[in-house]
C-alpha cells in the first residue's frame, strides 16, 4: 500500500498579508513556513507532497520551495486558475461578472485530483501545524481508511491580534465531526472575550476551547466524485458570486449532513500559529526560531 500524500494549499493570493505569503523565509536557512509541514510529514510516514499553485508563481515557488525540498522528499505540481474545472460557460460568466480569483479551497483540491492515488491529508501553506498533527495524521492515513479525519484546534490559540480571522466552528459528538459553521470575522474584543461578527453586526459569543478547523484533514483517495458533486451544487447557486468561495471545512460539513462521509476528530497536542497579516512574521519567525533552539528541528532542515 502506498503511503499517504501530503497535499498543500499553496495557491492563495495573501490579499491581507500584502504578498505571497507561502514564499515568505521564515527560517534562518531561508525555510518559508511550508517545509516545516513537510519536514513533519516527511519524517511522519507521508510518501510525497503535492503543492496546489498558480500558474504565475511557479518559476518563483520551483526556485525558492522545491529547488530545496524536492531533493530530499518527492514533490509534485497541481496548478488552480479561475477556469480550472469549471464549465466554460460559466467561467465566462464570472469573467464577464468582474471575477478575478478561483473559487476557493474546495476547488483547489479538485485540481490536484489527477495526481493523487493514495490517502491524503490537506494543510494550508501558510500555517504552522506541528508535528504531533502530522504524526495522528500518518498513522490514520497509514491503514485502509474508509472514514476522513479532521485535527481541531481550540480556538484561542488560532487568533491574530492584527484583525479577525475566519475559522470553520466545529460541533464533535462521539469523537466524530457533525458539523462545521464557517465564520469570517473572529476576533477577541475588548471585553476579553472571542466573537464573530455576523455580516448585519450582530455578535456571537465563541469559548476559548471552541474546536476550530484550519484545514488539517485527512481523506481517503476516493472522495474526489463527492467533493465534484458539492462543487458543482456550490457553481449552480453562487456562480454569480464574484467573490464567493466553496471552502473546504463547508465540503466536510456537507458529507457529514449528507451521510457521504463520517469524519474522525484525531486528537493531537500540538501548537499552532500562522501568517494571516505582515505582522504576524515577526512571531511566526521567533517561534520557529525557538523550536530551533528546543531541538524540534534542525537549523536547515534540508541539509542546505
Known sequence: MKGPILVVLAAGMGSRYGGLKQMDRIGKSGEVLLDYSVFDAKRAGFAKAVFIIRRDIE????????????????????FQELDSIVPPAVFEESRKLGRSKPWGTTHALLCAEDVIDAPFAVINADDFY?????????????????????????????????????????????????????????????DGKIYNTGPGGAKRFLPDNTPVSMNCWGFPAGIFPALRRYFDEFLAEKAKDIKGECYLPMAADWFVKNG??????????????GVTYKEDRELAVNRISRLVEQGVYPPSLWGG
Open 130 to 190: 506541528g508535528k504531533e498533527s502530522f504524526e495522528v495524521l500518518g498513522e490514520y492515513l497509514a491503514g485502509d481508511i474508509t472514514q476522513g479525519a479532521i485535527v481541531p484546534y481550540s480556538l484561542c490559540k488560532t487568533l491574530s491580534s492584527q484583525g479577525t480571522v475566519t475559522r470553520g466552528v466545529c460541533e464533535i459528538e462521539n469523537g466524530l465531526l457533525s458539523s462545521v459553521d464557517e465564520l469570517t470575522a473572529i476576533a477577541r474584543e475588548a
Open 260 to 273: 457521504l462521509l463520517d469524519i474522525k476528530a484525531l486528537e493531537a497536542d500540538s501548537e499552532w500559529f
Open 59 to 78: 518559476k518563483e515557488f520551483r526556485e525558492i520551495v522545491l529547488a530545496r525540498i524536492g531533493s530530499a522528499f518527492p514533490c509534485g505540481l497541481a
